[in-house]
């Protein structure tokens, strides 16, 4: 047998290791993340800012809305997508993101951010709009 060989084999599964790993990963952040805003975004409301969760949309592509007037409302997505290599969760209706996940040892992590302050990112632009 080839060693160089025998080592590609072995990086393709340990590739394919830290990939399962991490989209497992992902979900559990996805989900962290969107219980946090779910939690701000009442919060918010009960302070009288018109704002509020779309409870219909898909597990993992959610929405947030803000009534700018009796007319206008703005919407935010918050979505784990998994269309690249690695998954991301985008955001629509402000300026953020992606947020991209990490494997630091075994644990799966957002890069350069944690949960509360992802959230607060998110959130904070998006509560401003007029």
Do not use: C
Request: proline share 4%; net charge negative; no cysteine.
């Amino acid at each position: 047998m080839t060693d160089w060989i025998d080592e590609i084999a072995q990086r393709r599964r340990q590739s394919e290791i830290r990939r399962n790993t991490i989209s497992t990963g992902a979900y559990q952040l996805y989900e962290a993340l969107w219980k946090e805003i779910d939690h701000l975004v009442a919060e918010a409301a009960s302070k009288g800012i018109p704002v509020s969760v779309d409870a219909h949309e898909e597990r993992f592509d959610r929405e947030v809305k803000l009534e700018l007037s009796k007319k206008s409302m703005a919407t935010l997505h918050v979505k784990l997508s998994k269309e690249k290599a690695d998954p991301v969760i985008e955001v629509t209706g402000v300026q953020v993101g992606p947020f991209e996940f990490a494997l630091i040892g075994a644990d799966i992590v957002l890069k350069g951010t944690d949960i509360p302050n992802a959230a607060r990112a998110i959130l904070e632009p998006f509560l401003l709009s007029d």
